[in-house]
């Protein structure tokens, strides 16, 4: 595999390059492209313009280079999440009917929480989330879960590093977190008032495995009111159901140990 000087592969700077892309920013100029990557505009150039030819980027009609089809293809295949996505869609689809708002699936993924499946209404609630979207586990319900139910290994780096504020309610202290952490464990939901949207609630619970391992959470956005909780009901069915789906060899693929990025 051909390297620059610097010793990097042409593969490692093709990574770079996806990498640059947001949910927020899907479409760039290769100029943007070369500063976010820190490649040189020429190099940049030259692998956006392979990757175009093999699918996996594609030009806008102002020149701009967004991700390609094919690439999307070729991860749908492969990612390991497929199986729980498609275990947990006919159960995110009877929760969203109930509820009338955001229903997603969340999984662990390195430190922060990757949405994988995400239903929403057209007058729902703010909801930051989307599908490939992340947040970080300390401001939203789905980590709450994540967090309260993973390793010990990542509850101490997370409550190790500092805890970004979101709005006035976000937890930003390691004693208020390991407290609201234990809270979730012994209630076995999270409910979140306004931690990353004043006006939105989340309110999640855990989905296991058929070894009995939190591999996801499944959650709802709701209105900030008094009301969140009572949403609690359904979504434990919800997960009970999803849970017993997953005791099949081939529905727990690849989410045995509840950690898609490691």
Known sequence: MPRAATGESSIARAVRIFAAFTPDETALQVSEIARRTGLHVATASRLIAELTALGLLERGPDRSVRIGVRLWELASRASPTRSLREA?????????????????????????????????????????????????????????????????????????????????????????????????????????????????????????????DVVAALSVIVPNDRRAQAHVPVLLAAARGLSRSLTTPAAVRGVTNGTFGQ
């Open 88 to 212: 947990a869609l006919p159960f995110l689809e009877d929760v969203h009917a109930l509820v009338g708002h955001h229903a997603q699936l969340g999984v662990l993924d390195g430190d922060e929480v990757l949405f994988i499946e995400r239903l929403t209404a057209r007058d729902a609630v703010i909801n930051y989330t989307r599908i490939a979207g992340r947040l970080p586990l300390h401001i939203s319900s789905s980590g709450h879960i994540l967090l309260a139910y993973g390793p010990p290994d990542l509850q101490e780096r997370v409550l190790g590093r500092p805890l970004v504020r979101y709005t006035a309610n976000t937890i930003t202290t390691p004693e208020a977190l390991r407290a609201a952490l234990a809270e979730t464990r012994r209630r076995g939901y999270a409910v979140l008032p306004g931690h990353v949207h004043e006006d939105a609630a989340g309110v999640a619970v855990p989905v296991r495995n058929a070894l009995n």
